[in-house]
């Protein structure tokens, strides 16, 4: 392991040198990237000061036991040898799961989107709970949220919402709430007081950069049209509106959020790219899932991942076997302790798939 340790470190000391270049300093996009690899690396580097002095202290210790001259150092060692033992365990797990390599996607801002799914109306007005939901927790995390397109329910909420989420490891932390989620209630159209279930999915896609998807201007086909509002109405006489066809796989993306049609078209060619970069990741991400048999795989859409049950005040995450009776802090954007669950089940995934490498 500290073979391992020592190369970390003079890669790390490699970039603490280019940082302070003229000509990386120059260069934004490069000294960004290395100042990104410069802080994962550090906390690596550190965990191998603390490595090395526990190491050390256990052949002090031992040492001085051989030794077994000095009764006050023996006991001195046995105390110092009982709590370096204990201490190695946990340290030793917290630098393995650093060693695994980062997914390079995790520290992505993402397109998140909400459609409502089977259950009418009923299933627009939770498309819009999950949607506050969201952005509550997103402003919890101190990240921006920003509605792209949307098409709002004719009962409240909406049939489907677009919307930029933009941060620190905002993708490492969305992701598994990807697929179908579903809510038992009794719908505010529901007369007679029955309990109904109803669905809406979340795609969480990771925005792709220019370079990660290259788009042939002949492959697309720009529709400019009328911004409307709820029931269809005109919001605006200019047709500021973009919608984007994207020929070869027939994906759409459109907004008219925006008052100035290049403001859309700008914001609808980065929802294109995200989504055709989202169709290939989808592939790996379902071909590594298969590989781990991933109970937290984020590649199958069309799985069927929580429940939220009014009734009984219980939310349910299928994956894991979680359930948690705390659903009205959940719907309104508590969700940390959800995700902090399905991250240390991939997690422990990833180190026993990588044990045999340490």
């Given amino acids: 392991m500290l073979d391992k340790l020592n190369i970390v470190k003079q890669r790390f000391d490699e970039i603490a040198d280019l940082i302070i270049q003229p000509d990386v300093i120059a260069d934004q996009k490069r000294y960004v990237k290395l100042n990104k690899e410069y802080k994962d690396l550090k906390e690596l580097v550190d965990r191998r000061e603390t490595y090395i002095e526990l190491t050390n202290n256990i052949s002090e210790a031992e040492e001085i036991l051989a030794d077994g001259s000095d009764a006050e150092m023996v006991e001195m060692a046995k105390m110092q040898l009982e709590e370096a033992k204990s201490a190695m365990p946990k340290l030793e797990e917290e630098i393995k799961f650093l060693l695994i390599p980062k997914d390079p996607e995790d520290e992505k801002d993402v397109v998140m989107e909400i459609r409502a799914g089977t259950g009418g109306d009923e299933a627009s007005i939770f498309a819009g709970d999950l949607y ?55 719908p505010q159209t529901e007369t007679q007081g029955r309990v109904h279930t109803s669905a809406a999915t979340v795609m969480v896609i990771p925005e792709a950069e220019e370079f990660d998807v290259q788009i042939d201007p002949k492959d697309v086909r720009i529709d400019y049209f009328c911004s409307s509002g709820p029931g269809g109405q005109s919001v ?6 973009v919608r984007l066809t994207h020929l070869p796989t027939g994906l759409v993306a459109q907004c008219q959020d925006e008052k100035s049609q290049h403001k859309n078209k700008d914001k609808a060619f980065k929802v294109l790219r995200a989504r055709l970069y989202d169709l290939e990741l989808a592939k790996k991400q379902a071909e590594d899932a298969a590989k781990r048999n991933s109970q937290v795989s984020s590649g199958d859409r069309s799985a069927k991942i929580r429940t939220y049950n009014y009734p009984q005040g219980r939310v349910t995450d299928h994956r894991i076997g979680l359930t948690l009776y705390d659903l009205q802090n959940i719907i309104n954007g508590d969700i940390q302790k959800i995700i902090d669950e399905l991250m240390l089940v991939n997690n422990t995934e990833k180190l026993k798939e990588a044990s045999e490498i340490f």
């Fill in 236 to 241: 605006n006489t200019t047709y500021s509106a």
């Fill in 132 to 186: 506050r939901m969201y952005a509550k927790y997103c402003e919890s995390k101190g990240w921006r949220t920003n509605i792209i397109d949307l098409n709002e329910g004719t009962a409240g909420g909406y049939k489907e919402i677009h919307f930029e989420v933009s941060g620190a490891d905002v993708y490492g932390t969305l992701k598994f709430e990807a697929g179908v989620h579903r809510v038992q209630r009794v």
